[in-house]
């Protein structure tokens, strides 16, 4: 299994950008699906997860919003509203047991590359 984030980029803070990540290899539908960030020098931390229900770490609930679509094999992270403490490496990742949304880094099988996502305040 692979997973190709892209649509990180450069965005104003109040704008919005949205992220894809494809799954290849493998069939989007037997994994639970999540996106955690990085900024710089801090720790990877948990932003959403999906599986047929979402989960969102508190700094980005009613601002993000996950999404799956399997026929596409595709996750997005749509973010609006940001702000520039979103600024960060994003990246997605897939957990093969499905049983409910690991917010920890260690609960996923599979990861992308990241894509950068910076924010100007």
């Known amino acids: 299994v692979q997973l190709q984030a892209s649509g990180g980029g450069f965005m104003q803070a109040g704008g919005s950008l949205r992220l894809s990540c494809v799954l290849s290899g493998g069939t989007l539908s037997n994994y639970a699906m999540g996106w955690f960030r990085q900024a710089p020098g801090k720790e990877r931390e948990f932003v959403a997860g999906?599986?047929?229900?979402?989960s969102y770490t508190d700094s980005v609930k009613d601002r993000f919003t996950i999404s799956r679509y399997n026929y596409k094999n595709t996750v997005y992270l749509q973010m609006n509203r940001l702000k520039s403490e979103d600024t960060a490496v994003y990246y997605c990742?897939?957990?093969?047991?499905?049983?409910?949304?690991?917010?920890?880094?260690?609960?996923?099988?599979?990861w992308g590359q990241g894509t950068l996502v910076t924010v100007s305040s």
């Open positions: 990742a897939a957990d093969s047991s499905r049983a409910e949304i690991a917010t920890q880094m260690a609960g996923y099988d599979y």
């Open positions: 999906i599986t047929w229900d979402a």
